[in-house]
């Protein structure tokens, strides 16, 4: 395990020049623990450490409103991320621009000011890995690989397999057996090659880590391509951004499974001030808040012995999508919310699934067991103090919870058939619970 040097400056304006054709504004790829600095490749860990590796940019040309006269997807982004200037023309899914909803109900309920829901339920394949998928795709087509591959704890499948047909080239991912029904179909159904793997994300992963090794021309999205991979998640934090008129929120609570997510949302709050694109009216950094479940939460563990290494876990919880005991980015996203004032918990499942039926009878958004986690432990910061209810907060929802269906079934109540008639529907009617 490695611990943090420094993530907190941006990396803009550094010396070489951009392959403005291949891979927009970037650069290179510099190591996170020591700085070394690398040719943009299909590489991931620093020759010298062994440390992360992350995409460096010369300073984009960029305003509000070239943003604005882009296209309704990620790539009005296409300049802050290492994609080919022309790639708003290519075949992709298109991902990103999700609403961003006014969640007046919940926030009432939970005695919040101003509470914001990102709806990543919007993107292609109903999560935000189309996001990442699609930048992660963009570099591999650059760099020359055949096939798009992923160790997936389920929505990351969905999203390769989708991205892939999309684009006419081979996918192939590699899954935990017991995921949910509901994941490994459609994955089937977009057209890859699905390995079920007898073991958790984590014994998943290494075997994902040595076929990396070993199919030269496979890129694995979140393995070897894992630096243009992760920098996807940055959209997400320019668009609220943008969705708030160019503004930055006080607090944010996202969900942690490798971390890569809630680190580039963080990384992208920092790019929109330097870049001069949010009007910031106050010094402080965004509150960055993480979420874990009970049954997997390493990176709660490590933050509150106060430790900078993470230990891994076995993970045992409903929340499979979060259920990665070993990870990558654990490091980074102590530094993100030890550095903006946040903090990381986690909730169990019981509190999970009351809280994907909350945000459902509040908001009329039915997030999957991610959101579940994240929303549980929103209640849980905001209880302990941590949380300003008075601060405008802003909650993901990554997921659709048709994908997990059955970690509801048991807190809501289906009656059985009437015949239809109205003496039987009224007595239906009178006894039926209203599952709220
Ligand atoms: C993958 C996933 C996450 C976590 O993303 P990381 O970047 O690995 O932390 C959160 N929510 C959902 C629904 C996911 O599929
Ligand atoms: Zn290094």
Redesign the pocket.
């Known amino acids: 395990m490695t611990s943090v040097v420094n993530t907190s400056s941006l990396d803009f304006d550094q010396p070489g020049s951009p392959d403005r054709a291949r891979f927009g504004n970037a650069t290179a790829l510099t190591c996170r623990e020591c700085g070394a600095r690398f040719e943009l490749g299909g590489q991931h860990a620093c020759t010298e450490c062994f440390g992360p590796l992350e995409v460096s940019y010369h300073v984009p040309q960029v305003s509000r409103a070239s943003i604005a006269a882009g296209p309704r997807n990620i790539w009005r982004y296409a300049s802050m991320l290492p994609v080919p200037a022309d790639i708003a023309t290519r075949r992709t899914t298109e991902p990103g621009c999700t609403p961003l909803v006014l969640a007046d109900n919940l926030a009432r309920e939970l005695g919040m000011r101003r509470l914001w829901v990102k709806d ?1 339920r919007a993107n292609p394949t109903h ?3 189309d996001r ?1 998928v699609a930048v992660a795709l963009a570099a591999a087509i650059e760099l020359g690989y055949k096939v798009l591959a992923c160790p997936s ?4 499948a969905n999203a390769v397999a989708a991205a892939a047909a999309r684009a006419g080239i081979e996918a192939v991912v590699l899954v935990p057996a017991n995921l949910e029904p509901e994941k490994i179909l459609a994955s089937a159904a977009y057209g890859c090659k699905l390995i079920k793997v007898d073991g958790g994300y984590d014994e998943v992963n290494r075997l994902a880590c040595e076929l990396a090794e070993e199919r030269d021309d496979w890129a694995f999205v ?1 393995v070897n391509v894992r630096p243009y991979y ?1 920098e996807g ?1 940055k959209t997400i934090g320019f668009e609220i951004a943008e969705d708030l008129g160019w503004r930055l929120p006080r607090q944010i609570v ?11 949302i963080d990384k992208a709050f920092r790019e929109v001030r330097k870049l001069g694109l949010v009007d910031v009216d106050v010094p402080e950094p965004v509150r960055v808040f993480g979420a874990q479940a009970s049954g997997c939460a390493p990176v709660v563990a490590a933050y509150a012995a106060g430790q900078d290494v993470v230990q891994p876990v076995k993970p045992d919880t409903i929340a499979k ?2 259920a ?1 005991g070993n ?3 654990g490091p980074f ?1 102590l530094d993100v919310v030890r550095r903006t004032g946040g903090s990381v918990a986690a909730a169990p499942d019981d509190e999970i699934v009351d809280a994907i039926r909350l945000l459902a009878a509040t908001e009329g958004i039915f997030g ?4 579940g986690v ?1 929303l549980a432990v929103l209640r849980r910061l905001l209880a302990a103090g941590e949380l300003d209810p008075e601060a405008e907060t802003v909650l ?1 929802n ?2 659709d919870g048709l994908k997990t269906l059955n970690a509801v079934s048991g807190a809501v109540v289906v009656p059985e058939p009437i015949k239809p008639s109205l003496r039987e529907f009224a007595a239906l009617y009178a006894s039926s619970p209203d599952n709220r």
């Open positions: 990543e999560s935000f890995k990442v704890t389920g929505n990351l979140n992760a998640s996202v969900p942690v499974a490798s971390g890569a997510q809630l680190v580039k999508s979060l990665i990870p990558a980015d996203v999957e067991t991610a959101v994240t993901i990554s997921g």
